[in-house]
T-cell receptor, first 113, second 111 residues
Framework: DTGVSQNPRHKITKRGQNVTFRCDPI?????LYWYRQTLGQGPEFLTY????????KSRLLSDRFSAERPKGSFSTLEIQRTEQGDSAMYLC???????????FGPGTRLTVL | QKEVEQDPGPLSVPEGAIVSLNCTYS??????FMWYRQYSRKGPELLMY????GNKEDGRFTAQVDKSSKYISLFIRDSQPSDSATYLC???????????FGSGTRLQVQP
């Protein structure tokens, strides 16, 4: 257990519905990352926060995706109008400012029917 | 062509064997190299982290980086059934915080 928690652990939804995931970082970690991992692939970067500022977004993050990190603590990732192609594991990782080591949470597995 | 290439396996070895896992990369800006282990339906867990060419050892694990060849390796000595997992190489470039992962190699250690 790295100390990074994610909720829910599993989410099953119907196509077209909106879903929101939450990540709670290790308390002193000011950088927070979201990745997406599909079956048989490594994680792919989605977006990154330093404190409450969203500093980088991947081309993978379409307009249907939005991430927030109010007050630089927990973060949420929302997917609007879900599509079957959104089915994946969504991973959160956090790190301090003094190290590049990223610690991953257990992930949220999304299934879009 | 992907920036990081990794043999997907699966790789099956008997208990006690030495395992060699490898990745190649194409971007010279990559400067920080990591190996993560991921058990089924879990998040990746950091095993090794290095930023220089050469070897770094931690218990049964040795990470090797050859920047001139853009080649990184993870060696596992005296492999155990508990080492059965997917191993992901991950690389970070200078000035960019996101990690670029290989596709992962699935390892099965047979008792």
């Amino acid at each position: 257990d790295t100390g990074v928690s994610q909720n829910p652990r599993h989410k099953i939804t119907k196509r077209g519905q909106n879903v929101t995931f939450r990540c709670d970082p290790i308390s002193e970690h000011n950088r927070l990352y979201w990745y997406r991992q599909t079956l048989g692939q490594g994680p792919e970067f989605l977006t990154y926060f330093q404190n409450e500022a969203q500093l980088e977004k991947s081309r993978l993050l379409s307009d249907r995706f939005s991430a927030e990190r109010p007050k630089g603590s927990f973060s949420t990732l929302e997917i609007q109008r879900t599509e079957q192609g959104d089915s994946a594991m969504y991973l959160c990782a956090t790190t301090t400012g003094s190290t590049d080591t990223q610690y991953f949470g257990p992930g949220t597995r999304l299934t879009v029917l | 062509q992907k920036e990081v290439e990794q043999d997907p396996g699966p790789l099956s070895v008997p208990e006690g064997a030495i395992v060699s896992l490898n990745c190649t990369y194409s971007n010279s800006a990559f400067q920080y190299f990591m190996w993560y282990r991921q058990y089924s339906r879990k998040g990746p867990e950091l095993l090794m982290y290095t930023y220089s060419s050469g070897n770094k050892e931690d218990g049964r694990f040795t990470a090797q980086v050859d920047k001139s060849s853009k080649y990184i390796s993870l060696f596992i000595r005296d492999s155990q059934p508990s080492d059965s997992a997917t191993y992901l190489c991950a690389i970070e470039s200078t000035g960019r915080r996101a990690l670029t992962f290989g596709s992962g190699t699935r390892l099965q250690v047979q008792p």
